[in-house]
């Protein structure tokens, strides 16, 4: 892989030098190419100047370039290379990683004739005549002959049985020219058209295919392309008689209309009536292997053939212009194509397709726990992530792209339904699909009714879908292929013409669903992509390659993958090659309330199960994941409705009731109880590996223990002949109780499966996290559970408590991560213990930041139920609620606590928080979550923070809520706005829209003392916008302004104002563009800042004239304590001097 600098050298280089004309041209091939999308496309032109047709912006408009180019290399290097005339990839320059090698049985190359290397050679000299240059022509002709060679493989082979390449001779060059017709042109200008037109009619019916390459209007030689086809049928009837015996070449249309459509080449049958091969994978760059290619089809002529194989136009782009706005652009569609009838479908392949919709409607009618699909069935909304790029000052060095986390009014803005997960939002299709989700949240169950809706005639665009359960995959082997994968392991039924249904999903790979499902299950993915699939044939792979594959489309190029994985674990390093990503959400209140009256027919159970969650806060907030929502539901269908007993105050108290009760229904059918300690073992071993699978030495468990397994909802299986662990929560409780009841289980291996151990590399994600909370709940568990057998003493369990206990007491929380914070928090929880909850509060650091940790409604309960102690503690925090999505309803409890003094959120969930409280009137708690909330230091790096800023400088001015038109009760509009001292403008790259909209929110800063505009390329015109508004901000004391572009314009407009800066002490403008003129403006107003300590003007452009300027105002500018001004403009001997005559002049 080239590095990101040589690729934003080389796109810097066609920008510099390229004609406007050529540029534009470039611009359109990266569009058509899909390196970016048709906005990204109309944004570029806001770097040049439509009038002049020059760029203004040159090196901003190269990096916006380089970038994509350089994210989608293989697509982009050609058209590069184009653009800066070479035909040829510089290997010295540039080094691939894992070159792509095509399958040796793959043989439908386009070759590049040479003839057009005679006909556009750069180096031929300028003729008077068309007989000079016809004997030029001859003369190359003659020269090439011996070197020339056509990549069309020949039937023959060779003695060691491989396919050999001829030479092409060029005869039919040398008839060419020998044509009479063409010796009676009378300008250069008409022989070259002539030979052009009869090269381009060989294009489709000589020995060699060949590319022509046409001339634009500038005279520049674009990328090659393929030309048109149709021609004269007296030209058609004289090249017939001149054609060679041996086989020609025929192009074949795709069966399937694309928006690129994919040609092949074969050899037509000599005699008799023609066959068209039908290509088994028509998608973009899908080729098939030759043995699979048996089925055939009537075709129709030569001719007829060849007048259909054009392709359409490609889209042309709208190029911006000073009369057309950004809003007024329309972003160029795709050209309509006349829709190419669908393919026949085998009536063995129909028939197998019906079987296998029956088969699915059958399987996922039913969800887990009995429950059938249609009725309990919970429709919950997903969410639309996206991915950008980081920017700031280290964006050059930080190009890889990261999830962004939504605030909760954004995701709320972006849920969608399941009738969109395939749905294309734009012009480019969405092969890629992740979705996302907490374990419990209903991953699974949403990919069983995308199954069920298809089985029962939705998502009509895809003919056959295949769904694989990682959790009963073995990734260890490595005897599979393509069509095993997909027909052996899936959930699809047994296929008697397993053949014929292969081959069709080969022909049409985009009309094919392939879900992973549990995607955490298939080990780790160190090096997946390294190593994967390149043939539908080959048997020797294993899961992982042919995944990896699919993933990187070089196998059955062209189908829909999806694939369901939790956030914190296998696919998150993956997320920036993937389409889309949509995020399951958990149920909200209303979705508790529908599930529990779908659970419990009769009114009065739906009001007494209602209740009794409701009454339950922690097992309310618990409900709001479906898994553990469908547990509480089962413990209330055993419980009595009249009795009044509990709910469960804990995980581990609901997952060991949920256990019990299973198993006592267990016992009354079979009339004795069954001991499950060998499962705990199984599932201990499972978690060591990661995986939900039995490993295959532990499947020879009796039968007896395998069925209570099975009806207890502990296990599952798949085709009756592969077990599994069924739910994440219900292993890892099996195996903490085995690490915590097992006398082979030491202090030291259970202390290492916990958070205690916060120097350990967390590799299991949600695994680990699950486990943690269980051994702590089961270690201070009262009862003790009646199903297992081989229990340890009780002095050993309370070793085992001691053990944690004292970790507890040496743990440092200010030190862990946001995330693992939060599980410290859960895991005290968990123990139900008042004097270790009191011992957490008491150490927990002031500045409480959860700050990129996900928090879920039971999340924000648990804080806030421990945090509750703080008050007889006589603890104050400052927490902070960034990028953590959480609720509405949970940022209301924990803003009410009187343990919090200050706090910050998203802006939007702040606006809405205030919105909620002044709507129901709770002026009291209106008033306190305006005077907690802070915003300092505020960091922009995007323009929706910059437009959150000012929504909150607008209610600050208007001293009213956006949808409220009374006003507020504070008269001093919102103290956060008023009290804010740091602002730091981190783009990274010039923004004029940001950058004024900056400009309109400063004014309202009043207490703003430190302002960071470093690295974002900013110009005069930005420097003097600044200058207008200095004077408004009165108590500002540091402004950094390095590493911009400020000359001497941009200079002398900021010196007017720094004049009147009065309480300004520290000023940085090193790294900019500043000559002599700038720098003596500046030394006419140093004396006037009376507050100035540190002035820091290095690596400027000024020369020891400026120096000097600068130095004589020193002299005049007493309070001022040191000067920083070296850079290589400036004589060694000069700056010496200069430091010798005043010591405040540091060195470099």
């Known amino acids: 892989m080239a590095s990101f600098q040589e690729v934003l050298r080389e796109v810097r280089k066609v920008v510099q030098e390229a004609h406007p004309d050529l540029l534009t041209a470039f611009l359109t091939e990266l569009l058509e190419a899909e390196v970016f999308s048709a906005e990204y496309y109309q944004s570029l032109f806001q770097c040049t100047d439509p009038d002049l047709g020059v760029r203004t912006d040159v090196e901003d408009l190269a990096r916006k370039l380089a970038l994509p180019v350089w994210q989608t290399w293989d697509n982009s290097k050609e058209i590069l290379y184009s653009a800066l005339g070479s035909l040829e990839d510089p290997q010295d320059d540039f080094v691939e990683s894992e070159p792509l090698t095509p399958d040796p049985q793959l043989l439908d190359l386009v070759p590049v004739s040479w003839f057009e290397e005679l006909l556009f050679r750069p180096d031929l000299p300028e003729f008077e005549t068309p007989d000079a240059y016809f004997e030029s022509l001859k003369e190359e002709c003659d020269a090439l002959d011996a070197e020339a060679e056509c990549q069309v493989p020949l039937k023959e082979e060779n003695e060691d049985g491989k396919r ?3 030479k092409l001779s060029a005869s039919l060059f040398e008839e060419l020219l020998s044509r009479p017709d063409l010796l009676e042109c009378d300008s250069i200008d008409a022989l070259i058209e002539s030979l052009k037109d009869e090269f381009e009619t060989l294009d489709a019916e000589a020995e060699c295919p060949i590319l022509v390459k046409e001339e634009n209007e500038n005279g520049k030689k674009p990328k090659r392309k393929r030309p048109a086809v149709e021609r004269s049928s007296r030209k058609r009837r004289r090249l017939n008689q001149k054609k060679p015996a041996t086989p020609t070449l025929q192009l074949i249309q795709p069966i399937n209309g694309l928006v690129r459509p994919t040609y092949v080449l074969v050899s037509p049958q000599s005699g008799g009536p023609l066959y068209q091969i039908v290509p088994l994978s028509p998608a973009v760059g899908a080729v098939a292997p030759v043995e699979l290619s048996r089925t055939t089809q009537i075709m129709s002529s030569l001719s007829d053939t060849a007048s259909k194989i054009q392709p359409p136009s490609p889209p042309t782009p709208v190029s911006p212009s000073k009369d057309k706005t950004p809003q007024d652009y329309s972003p160029p569609s795709t050209p309509l194509r006349t829709q190419e009838p669908r393919p026949e479908i085998p009536k063995r392949v129909e028939d197998y397709i019906q079987k296998l919709k029956s088969h699915l409607k059958d399987t996922y009618s039913v969800m887990e726990g009995g429950k059938k699909m249609d009725s309990h069935y919970i429709d919950t909304r997903l969410v639309q992530r996206k991915l950008v790029i980081q920017t700031g000052k280290n964006a050059n060095k930080c190009l890889e792209k990261e999830l962004v ?541 910059l437009d959150n800023l000012g929504l909150l400088v607008q209610i600050h001015r208007e001293k009213k809520l956006p949808m409220r038109e009374s006003e507020l ?87 007017q104002s720094l004049a009147a800066a009065s309480s300004l002490q520290k000023l940085s403008l090193y790294g900019n563009e500043i000559a002599d003129s700038g720098a003596e403006n500046l030394a006419s107003v140093l004396p006037a800042m009376k507050s100035l300590l540190n002035l820091d003007v290095k690596y400027n452009q000024f020369t020891d004239i400026g120096a000097k300027k600068l130095s004589m105002a020193l002299k005049n500018s007493p309070s001022l304590k040191s000067l920083q001004m070296w850079n290589n403009s400036i004589p060694l001997g000069v700056l010496d001097h200069l430091r010798i005559q005043d010591n405040r002049i540091t060195a470099p």
């Open 164 to 166: 050999t390449k001829r």
């Open 405 to 945: 986390v939504l605030s909760d009014s954004e995701r709320r803005k972006a849920m969608v339904d399941r009738s969109h997960v395939f749905q294309n939002c734009g012009p480019k299709p969405k092969p890629l699909i992740t979705v996302l989700g907490k374990t419990g949240l209903g991953k699974s169950t949403l990919i069983q009714r995308l199954a069920l809706d298809w089985s029962t005639g939705g998502l009509a665009q895809f003919q056959f879908v295949f769904l694989l359960n990682c959790k009963v995959l073995d990734v260890t082997k490595s005897n599979y292929d393509l069509k095993t994968l997909l027909f052996g392991l899936s959930s699809a039924p047994d296929c008697k013409d397993s053949e014929a249904a292969f081959k069709y999903v080969l022909a049409n790979p985009n009309k094919v669903l392939i879900i992973f499902d549990s995607f955490d299950d298939i080990g780790e993915l160190e090096g997946l992509l390294q190593s994967s699939a390149t043939s539908v044939t080959d048997n020797s792979y294993t899961v992982r390659q042919l995944f990896s594959g699919l993933f990187q489309k070089k196998i059955l190029s062209g189908c829909t993958l999806l694939v369901a994985t939790r956030p914190k674990d296998a696919l998150n390093h993956l997320l920036r090659k993937v389409d889309s990503i949509l995020e399951i959400c958990c149920f909200s209140p209303k979705d508790i309330q529908f599930y529990v009256s779908k659970c419990f027919v009769e009114a009065s159970k739906q009001e007494s199960a209602l209740r009794k969650i409701q009454n339950q806060q922690y097992i309310f907030n618990l409900c709001s994941n479906p898994l553990l929502c469908r547990f509480t539901c089962f413990l209330l269908e055993q419980d009595n409705p009249e009795d009044d007993d509990t709910l469960p105050s804990t995980l581990t108290d609901l997952c060991q009731r949920v256990l019990d009760h299973h198993l006592e229904l267990r016992d009354k059918v079979q009339g004795s109880k069954q001991d499950i300690s060998q499962l705990c073992n199984m599932a201990w071993d499972s978690f060591k590996t990661c995986s939900s699978l039995l490993n295959q030495d532990q499947t020879e468990i009796s039968k007896q223990l395998m069925d209570c397994g099975l009806n207890c909802e502990i296990l599952a299986s798949h085709k009756a002949q592969v077990t599994y662990f069924s739910s994440l929560f219900m292993q890892n409780f099996l195996a903490a109780m085995f690490l915590v009841q097992s006398k082979d289980i030491n202090e030291r291996t259970l202390v290492a499966q916990t958070i205690l151990n916060h120097r350990k590399k967390k590799v299991c994600g949600e695994w680990q996290d699950i486990l943690q909370r269980f051994i702590l709940g089961l270690l201070y568990q009262k009862a003790t559970p009646h199903y297992c057998g081989a229990l340890q003493s009780f002095n050993d369990a309370q070793a085992k408590r001691k053990t944690l206990e004292t970790q507890l007491e040496n743990l440092k929380p200010g030190e862990l991560t946001p995330g693992r914070l939060l599980e410290l928090f859960h895991c005290v929880y968990e123990t139900s213990k008042v004097r270790l909850a009191k011992h957490l509060v008491k150490k927990l650091p002031e500045n409480l930041s959860f700050c990129g940790a996900q928090l879920t409604p039971v999340d924000v309960y648990v804080v806030w139920h421990l945090l509750q102690h703080a008050k007889g503690l006589k603890r104050t925090f400052s927490v902070d609620l960034r990028d953590t999505c959480v609720p509405l309803s949970g940022l209301k409890e924990l803003v009410a606590l009187s343990c919090i003094t200050s706090f910050r959120a998203p802006t939007l969930d702040t606006i809405d928080l205030w919105e909620d409280l002044h709507h129901n009137s709770d002026e009291v708690s209106l008033k306190n979550a305006l005077d907690k909330f802070t915003m300092d230091p505020f960091k922009a790096s995007q323009l929706s923070h």
């Open 969 to 1055: 009760t504070l008269e001093d509009g919102i103290p956060a706005v008023r009290h804010l001292k740091k602002l730091e403008y981190e783009f990274g790259r010039n923004e004029p829209e940001a950058f004024l909209k900056l400009i309109e929110i400063l004014p309202a800063l009043e207490s703003l003392q430190h302002l960071d505009l470093e690295n974002n390329i900013l110009r005069d015109s930005e420097a003097e916008k600044l200058a207008g508004v200095l004077n408004s901000l009165s108590s500002l004391r540091i402004l950094n302004l390095s590493q911009n572009r400020i000359g001497d314009a941009g200079m002398e407009k900021l010196a």
